[in-house]
């Protein structure tokens, strides 16, 4: 079953011109990272406003926003659990950098634009 939520009317910073906060259909990804301990990447679609992560095996994922980080400074994101961002500059690229210790893990991407 779909569930229709009425629409929130927001307003620029101005106070004056409405936003639309609506999306287009989403992208999704499944990134498999074979090796353990080796950092992955994935670059979101252009005019990506939001995005949903979800790791979908048995060990943790470690997700970070720079190169060479998600094996030092990172989030967490534990089996079955998720990390999404909303509310994404839609005029910048964003790649997700990420790893597990473990081999043979899949993080699960789902974007908005």
């Known amino acids: 079953d779909v569930i229709n939520l009425p629409e929130i009317p927001t307003t620029g910073a101005s106070g004056a011109a ?25 670059p979101l679609p ?5 995005f949903f992560a979800k790791n979908r095996e048995n060990g943790v994922i470690q997700i970070s926003y720079s190169v060479g980080t998600s094996g030092t400074t990172f989030a967490t994101i534990e089996p079955g659990g998720f990390y999404m961002e909303e509310n994404i500059n839609p005029s910048i690229s964003l790649t997700l950098y990420f790893q597990s210790p473990s081999a043979a893990q899949l993080l699960e991407v789902i974007s908005w634009a």
Do not use: H, L
């Open 18 to 42: 409405p936003i639309d906060e609506r999306v287009a259909v989403p992208a999704i990804a499944n990134v498999s990272m074979a090796t353990a301990a080796t950092e992955y990447n994935y």
């Open 46 to 50: 252009a005019s990506t406003r939001r």
